[in-house]
């Protein structure tokens, strides 16, 4: 039964997910929200919401190791997609097209994840209001990245050319107040949904012998990573590649804001000094994958690269998630 439950939420939370970010693309081209807010915080919000249920159940059920690589396992899965994607349409080069402001959010998800390592690598313990101080640090830096990401037009102008184009992709039938009302409905089914995916996985866990570590970061991350499938697929196909790019850059974002709400949950002290050092492991990988794509992007824009060198940076960032997979499983 615990098998059924489990499948039977993954594929709710999938198709509720995708028309919850139809619903929220709608209210951010409706609204003129702009291509930033609509495509790398609006949607990315919207895709990330499984992840905001489910993290927020383990820490309810007193699973913090899962709430967190819930979290880091879903970062990974992301830039996972992302990889494949590139390697499949390689002849496209995809990362050659990307702007100054895609580097920019890499480079704020890199700062943002060793902060996280670093706080669960050397805890404090200390905690202001039950909210551990590394948690207010994070806040600081994803406020001041944010602050600067929206107010230098310039560099985003890729997500804005990214919302433009692929605004006939959603038909224009839908009123506002009908997308209003749909994202609302679906928000609360993604809720009943994620708490009965996360509720399902952790018996699993207990069932099975797998730790908790590994079915966050593998099992429950893949289910609640699937819209962002959907979505890299859909603009990949309409060769809408900053739409890609900046969906899973901003929902990494967005996902790494979940573990506030975790730690405001969590009421047994900071959140980072209670999980299993196992997610040290999902954590480092998720700054190394990130490194890589940092890296792949440069090296397309470059003279040096060619059609068969060009795959290698995204090929790399598989065989290391590949590697994470296995070091969770054996040693969780």
Known sequence: MMYLVFIAAAIVTIFTAIKLS????????????GGMMAGTILLAGATSLPEVTTSLTAITVGNPDMAVSNIFGSNLFNLLILAVGDIYFRKQKIFSYIGKDHLLTSFLNVGLTSIIFIAILFPTGYAIFNIGVEIYLLVSFY??????????????SALEVASTNDSYYHTQAISLRRAQIGFFIAALI????????TISGDAIALATGLSSSFMGTFLI?????????????????LANYH????????????????LV???????????????????????????????ILIGGMLFSQTRLVTSPTYPIPSLLLVLVYIICSYLIFTLG
């Open 221 to 237: 991350a893949g289910a609640t990573s699937l819209p962002e499938v959907v979505t890299v697929i859909v603009a990949l196909q």
């Open 22 to 33: 139809t619903y929220a693309d709608i209210i951010g081209e409706r609204t003129r929200l």
């Open 243 to 258: 739409l890609a790019v900046g969906n899973i850059l901003g929902s990494n974002l967005f996902n790494l804001m979940i």
């Open 190 to 197: 993604i809720l009943l949904a994620g708490s009965a995916l």
């Open 261 to 291: 709400l975790c730690d405001i949950f969590f009421t047994s002290g900071p959140i980072t000094s209670a999980v299993s050092p196992v997610v040290l492991i999902s954590v480092s990988a998720g700054i190394l994958l990130l490194l």
């Open 143 to 156: 406020l001041l990245g944010l602050k600067y990401m929206t107010t230098h037009p310039e560099e985003n």
